[in-house]
């Protein structure tokens, strides 16, 4: 069992950013595949992005590529989304997430075993 537990969230303007914390308990972060989602009210929960076991390999969806970067430090078992130049239609409850299979099929949303509870993310315009 891995617990997953989400900080950083909070209020900022747009242009702004925020570093987004997953901390993990229990297991070893760098076993797994880990990777960040995000769920805006009244839509589904979507694809941020995903960073293989050592780091090498990453995945971002479109929307955000050039504004987020996702690392991981494993001497803190800890993987992070640095968020910069935040629009307003970032706005949304960030999730982390980890799992046993490929950064890729995280990216085209399998493989997710465990989810933290998230971090609320508000960009105002």
């Known amino acids: 069992q891995v617990q997953l537990v989400e900080s950083g969230g909070g209020l900022v303007q747009t242009g702004g950013s925020l570093r987004l914390s997953c901390a993990a308990s229990g297991r070893t972060l760098s076993n797994y595949i880990t990777g960040w989602f995000r769920q805006a009210p009244g839509k589904e929960r979507e694809f941020v992005g995903a960073?293989?076991?050592?780091?090498?390999?990453?995945y971002y969806r479109d929307s955000v590529k050039g504004r987020f970067t996702i690392s991981r430090d494993n001497a803190k078992n800890t993987v992070y989304l640095q968020m910069n130049s935040l629009k307003p239609e970032d706005t949304a409850v960030y999730y982390c997430?980890?799992?046993?299979?490929?950064?890729?099929?995280?990216?085209?949303?399998?493989?997710?075993?465990?989810w933290g509870k998230g971090t609320l993310v508000t960009v105002s315009a």
């Open positions: 960073i293989s076991r050592g780091g090498a390999i990453i």
């Open positions: 997430t980890v799992g046993g299979q490929t950064a890729q099929a995280m990216a085209n949303g399998c493989g997710m075993d465990y």
